[in-house]
T-cell receptor, first 114, second 113 residues
Framework: KAGVTQTPRYLIKTRGQQVTLSCSPI?????VSWYQQTPGQGLQFLFE???????NKGNFPGRFSGRQFSNSRSEMNVSTLELGDSALYLC?????????????FGPGTRLLVL | EDQVTQSPEALRLQEGESSSLNCSYT??????LFWYRQDPGKGPEFLFT???AGEEKEKERLKATLTKKESFLHITAPKPEDSATYLC??????????????FGKGTKLSVKP
């Protein structure tokens, strides 16, 4: 069974630009969560989607948004990029709601903001 | 506030030298505790889920245990390929963190041959 896939794997942007990251969950998984990982803060929760609805949101500004499609694939968007947005963005999928099921992570998208 | 603390931050072992990693947590209500392994440049790889105090799980050289305040990841006779960052995360039943995983900062393990 294929794992969680994320595209692109690497991205370089400049301040002020926007970016869209994509995540395809494990087949049959309906919940997708997004996390930001930085050396200083570690892994921090961004948001969770289940059945095309955002179920929970972390403590991030409104520049961070996401959506989920009917096939459970998910995208996250960051507008007006700042230098501090440079990070590894990880997507995780689970069969059901995130807290009730084990989350399996993708390889991540490494975003560098210049 | 729900919190997860891992110790030590870094651990260097000789091949075959057994040790334990610690994950202590302060949460309103624990739904589950998860251990992940992360290699450089990769996403976390799932290892174990523990749900109740006294529960233990094993996989090859790794054994995870859970009490009401902390979890241990015991590594028996480690090999160089066990070198990685080990992450602990909790999911909670109540409060503002409900619905997401709360991660510790991780323990970076290096095993020298």
């Amino acid at each position: 069974k294929a794992g969680v896939t994320q595209t692109p794997r690497y991205l370089i942007k400049t301040r002020g630009q926007q970016v869209t990251l994509s995540c395809s969950p494990i087949s049959g998984h309906r919940s997708v969560s997004w996390y930001q990982q930085t050396p200083g803060q570690g892994l921090q929760f961004l948001f969770e989607y289940f059945s095309e609805t955002q179920r929970n949101k972390g403590n991030f500004p409104g520049r961070f948004s996401g959506r989920q499609f009917s096939n459970s694939r998910s995208e996250m968007n960051v507008s007006t990029l700042e230098l501090g947005d440079s990070a590894l963005y990880l997507c995780a999928s689970s069969l059901g709601r995130g807290t009730q099921e084990t989350q399996y992570f993708g390889p991540g998208t490494r975003l560098l903001v210049l | 506030e729900d919190q997860v603390t891992q110790s030590p931050e870094a651990l260097r072992l000789q091949e075959g030298e057994s040790s334990s990693l610690n994950c202590s947590y302060t949460v309103s209500g624990l739904r589950g505790l998860f251990w992940y392994r992360q290699d450089p440049g990769k996403g976390p790889e799932f290892l174990f889920t523990l749900y109740s105090a006294g529960e233990e799980k094993e996989k090859e050289r790794l054994k995870a245990t859970l009490t009401k305040k902390e979890s241990f990841l015991h590594i028996t006779a480690p090999k160089p390929e066990d070198s990685a960052t080990y992450l602990c995360a909790v999911s909670v039943i109540y409060g503002g963190s409900q619905g997401n995983l709360i991660f510790g900062k991780g323990t970076k393990l290096s095993v020298k041959p």
